[in-house]
């Protein structure tokens, strides 16, 4: 079983966490740019980060035989903070780049009106750049955000089915569901979403524009959910065309509409002695080397 993971922060995970991933059928991801887990302080925090996304951390995923795509945006939380908005002019760089998928994450987190305004100017630059966009919703007051959501993508003349409304619940999904864009799930060990729950509203609402992720970052997260959800999946009967379905071909179908999708060439498990800018993932010294 192949497993796409469309939405997963793997700057915050470990090694460790990309050998379990690919021994459980993770070959391919896509890690959203988002915040640091504490404010970011200039434009020039943002540039390393995004460079790093588009640098290392795809040569780190591909030592483990797993491919690394990127979303590039102003995350809604940090569109508060004037330190931070004026990277929405070297948005554009990124969004020209291999590797770069979709714009996000945008959307809203205190649904001020900076974020209405970063969000609006994203999905303008997603049209420009013809991308995807991967839009996050607020954990405060969801039901509110997400329909909010849906009106900034309807006046933004992006297709709904280019965009992606992420972090999705029971009530939320069904307004999300009738209004054509994708719907995106977030599987926690405590909040959000869980495989049991996931699985409901698959028997509801089909397997059609779905995407399931782990959205594992630095927090408490599962980066194997998406695994859990297959497993749960085939317990409840769903055949393996559906699995596959959900975690392969729904990825694969939303972001390939970027026309950057890297799946050819997958490396086998396992890191080798390249380098990335003279840096390896190994650390110590192999049997019977110089250490």
């Not at 469309?6 to 740019?33: F, K, N, Q």
């Not at 409901?200 to 927090?219: K, P």
């Not at 975690?247 to 970027?258: A, H, I, T």
Request: proline share 6%; aromatic share 8%; charged share 25%.
């Amino acid at each position: 079983m192949r497993i796409f993971d469309p939405h997963i922060h793997m700057t915050s995970r470990t090694t460790a966490d990309y050998e379990a991933m690919y021994a459980a059928g993770v070959r391919a991801l896509t890690e959203p740019a988002f915040w640091l887990g504490q404010p970011r302080t200039s434009v020039g925090s943002f540039t390393d980060y995004f460079d790093g996304l588009l640098g290392w951390e795809r040569f780190r995923a591909a030592q483990f035989g797993i491919r690394h795509h990127c979303t590039i945006a102003l995350n809604p939380k940090e569109a508060n903070d004037p330190r931070c908005t004026p990277v929405l002019d070297v948005l554009p760089h990124y969004l020209a780049k291999d590797g770069v998928v979709a714009v996000g994450e945008v959307g809203y987190d205190s649904m001020t009106a900076e974020e209405d305004a970063a969000f609006a100017r994203q999905l303008e630059l997603a049209v420009e750049h013809e991308l995807p966009a991967l839009v996050h919703t607020p954990h405060r007051d969801k039901l509110t955000g997400t329909r909010r959501s849906l009106d900034v993508v309807a006046e933004s003349g992006l297709p709904p089915d280019r965009v992606v409304i992420d972090h999705l619940n029971e009530p939320t999904v069904g307004m999300v569901a009738e209004s054509g864009c994708w719907m995106g799930f977030s599987i926690y060990p405590d909040t959000k979403m869980d495989e049991h729950r996931m699985v409901q509203l698959l028997r509801e609402y089909g397997t059609d524009r779905v995407l399931v992720n782990s959205a594992a970052d630095w927090g408490r997260s599962d980066p194997l959910k998406t695994h859990a959800v297959a497993t749960t999946m085939r317990a409840a009967g769903f055949t393996d065309t559906e699995i596959g379905k959900v975690l392969w071909d729904n990825p694969v179908e939303f972001y390939g509409q970027s026309g950057r999708l890297l799946l050819d060439g997958l490396a086998g498990s396992g890191p080798d002695a390249e380098t990335f800018a003279g840096n390896s993932v190994l650390r110590g010294g192999r049997p019977g080397g110089d250490g």
